[in-house]
């Protein structure tokens, strides 16, 4: 989701309640996404530590709390306060309390629930796992949600009647929930209609969403996850199109077995683990040549783009 949405969404919820900790809450809601400096700084550098790209460590339980608590003290200070405020010309004066503390983690776990509903997810039990959960119903950025929000801001920033405030909020809501609910009904038809329509051996089948409501990211794939089909699938034309099918992995070259402890190390490396992190399906090619393999990795999801890694191990043949 983008970022206003996560400051919305929490000072919506808070002002419904009739908190005073509104602010606290949607500083709390926006938080997570200060990762976003961190992954600049090193997601290029230093792969090792992919975990600090963006979705990575603040978008935990643990780590959330530790982010949001680190935001509200910043905020709180009277001078990043003062500084702030002379730039928007609002006041944006929060409290370094226990209970403000609960409010802005309160925030930081909305944004955690939006950005589980959109694509790739988060990684919400890190450190114990970097495993990423998603619903994926949403696209990471909805145009519509983002131009409703933006303008949704704009009303509370502006000194208008108090009603208008209170409905440009409750509308807002309604078509975030509305657009939810749409998108979960669409992927739904649309896994089912795949469902019944699965050939050959493949046995599973998953959906991703896109920009368009009604057009859906079918991987299908067999109980060994050694062939996917790839497809664009619209529930409202009942229609299937961009078809690509993809082996895993696709040797060329060289036996199973020189190959399989090339990738063995291969698989630890940090871009590695990084691509992987970041990635749907992490699919293998590989060459053998010259006593090394080239290992290319790629996203079934993102092969429309060719996004790639490619390394390269020594490995004498057996």
């Known amino acids: 989701m983008d970022l206003i949405t996560h400051f919305l969404v929490p000072y919506i919820i808070l002002a419904a309640v009739g908190s005073k900790n509104k602010l606290a809450g949607a500083f709390g809601g926006i938080s997570p996404d200060f990762d976003t400096i961190s992954a600049a700084l090193t997601g290029l550098l230093v792969p090792e530590l992919f975990i600090f790209a ?182 409202w034309l009942n229609q299937e199109s961009n078809i690509k099918i993809y082996q895993n992995p696709l040797i060329e070259n060289g036996s199973y077995s020189s190959f399989q402890n090339a990738v063995n190390i291969a698989n630890n490396l940090p871009v590695v683990e990084r691509f992987k992190f970041i990635s749907y399906y992490a699919l293998v090619d590989a060459k053998y040549s010259s006593g090394k393999w080239d290992i290319i990795y790629y996203d079934i999801l993102n092969s429309w783009t060719e996004k790639s890694l490619t390394v390269s191990i020594p490995q004498n043949e057996e």
């Open 54 to 235: 963006h979705r990575g460590i603040t978008h935990s339980f643990i780590f959330a709390l530790i982010t949001s608590t680190l935001f509200l003290y910043i905020l709180s200070r009277k001078q990043v306060n003062k500084f702030i405020s002379n730039i928007i010309r609002r006041d944006i004066s929060v409290k370094f309390t226990k209970t403000t503390i609960a409010i802005a983690y309160f925030g930081a776990l909305t944004h955690l629930f939006l950005d589980f509903l959109t694509t790739k997810g988060i990684p919400l039990f890190y450190p114990f796992s970097i495993t990423r959960y998603a619903a994926e119903i949403y696209p990471a950025i909805h145009m519509v949600i983002t131009i409703l929000a933006a303008i949704t801001l704009l009303v509370l920033y502006l000194k208008v009647n108090e009603n208008y405030k209170k409905a440009s909020m409750a509308i807002f809501m309604v078509v975030l929930i509305s657009f939810g609910c749409i998108m979960a009904y669409e992927k739904s038809n649309a896994l089912e209609a795949r469902s019944l329509s699965l050939s050959g051996n493949y046995s599973h089948v998953s959906a991703y969403p896109t920009r368009d409501v009604f057009t859906w990211n079918i991987v299908e794939s067999n109980a060994q996850n050694s062939s996917y089909r790839v497809s664009e699938y619209n529930t």
